[in-house]
């Protein structure tokens, strides 16, 4: 009699979360349009979680993915040092996980989750430090600094394009060509749910210019898909390795008044750009923000400008207002007894 091979049947032990993970990860790229180096951000948020619920003995289940194994995560986060900030970001990428889930069907069309753990949670209050800016003097003091060839065309096109790290990670060579005033143009792909394939010019100056093309030739112009780029191994730079580098600029230049990471000059360019009276939505174009409202993270005032403002504001409470003419109302009864009266007010 022949053996029947039992056919496998779907159930709960089958749903694994991390199968649930590189589907949801699929989905935010290919339907979402949201960058690779967004999507690694949540995907080391989901590796995070399945290692916790693995130390506890858990198995790669969605089952697992519960209101209380979520916040023993939250609890486990915080024990180990992780800002609130952080576990809050941390907690809103297993959110997204979840709507997905909540979305997703089995083979009998039924939602793979029928609930988000994250609805039923509180996340902890996040924290607002102060962003600080840097100042031009002290811009000016790190592009001073005496660094290898590698990191100066690093630092230059930083200073001059005001890119996040992640954009000036993702420079290739071929993303670099020249304008018809001679000058190098960098087509950059930026950052932005929704924006991972929009492509923006930025054209540099004749300076910028010609320590790229002395870049390149030292590199015995190297093919369209090398990166523009790189570390003193010749590597593509990593985000952590190039913020690095900016802290070393800021040290080496002598500046302790404030880290100098690499997101402080895209405040510099915003303050400058509304000193020079440029328009918000220019300057949100400048820093490649969609929305002019994420410029308020942005807009600093130097202290001082609060002291002048302050001084004037003194100088107005000092000489008064002048006489402040008196309120006398026409009629002391209400509008509506005044109405009832069978007077009305003359047009």
């Known amino acids: 009699m022949p053996v029947t091979k039992r056919l496998p049947t779907w159930g709960g032990d089958w749903v694994q979360l991390s199968k649930l993970a590189a589907d949801c990860s699929r989905h ?12 690694q951000t949540y995907e080391l948020t989901w590796r995070q979680f399945l290692a916790y619920l ?13 209101i209380e194994r979520v916040e023993g995560f939250a609890r486990y986060l915080a024990e180990h040092g992780l800002h609130v ?56 003091k790190m592009l001073a600094v005496s660094i ?76 369209p898909d090398e990166p523009l780029l790189t570390n003193q191994r010749g590597e593509r730079y990593g985000r952590s390795a190039l913020y690095q580098a900016v802290l070393r600029w ?4 002598g500046i302790t008044r404030t880290l100098t990471n690499p997101h402080a000059i895209r405040h510099l360019w915003n303050f400058l750009a509304r000193e020079e009276g440029i328009d918000q939505v220019t300057r949100a174009r400048l820093l490649n923000h969609a929305d002019t409202r994420t410029l308020q993270a942005y807009d600093h005032v130097l202290p001082q400008t609060t002291a ?14 002048g006489e402040s003419p008196e309120i006398v109302p026409t009629h002391q009864n209400s509008l509506v007894d005044f109405l009832k009266s069978g007077r009305r007010l003359e047009s």
Not at 54 to 66: E, K, M, Q
Not at 308 to 321: C, D, H, N, P, T
């Open 250 to 253: 800021g040290a080496a230049a």
């Open 85 to 140: 900030n952080t576990i809050s970001y941390r907690l809103g990428h297993l959110g997204s996980l979840a709507r997905y889930g909540m979305r997703a069907r089995d083979p009998r069309g039924k939602p793979l989750m029928a609930t988000n753990p994250l609805h039923h949670i509180e996340r902890p209050q996040k924290q607002r430090p102060e962003k600080k800016m840097l100042y031009l003097a002290e811009v000016q």
């Open 148 to 223: 290898p060839p590698n990191e100066a065309v690093a630092r230059t096109t930083w200073a001059e394009s005001a890119l996040r790290v992640s954009e000036l990670c993702r420079l290739n060579v071929g993303d670099v060509s020249l304008g018809t005033r001679k000058q190098a143009i960098l087509a950059v792909t930026v950052k932005g749910k929704g924006r991972a394939r929009e492509k923006i010019q930025i054209e540099l100056s004749p300076e910028a210019t010609q320590q790229i093309q002395d870049w390149l030739l030292r590199r015995n112009l190297p093919g």
């Open 28 to 39: 935010m790229l290919s339907v979402k349009g949201y960058s690779e180096t967004t999507v």
């Open 308 to 321: 002048k403002a302050r001084e004037q504001v003194r100088a107005v409470l000092k000489a008064g207002f």
């Open 54 to 66: 693995i130390g506890l003995g858990c198995s790669d289940d969605l089952r697992h993915f519960t």
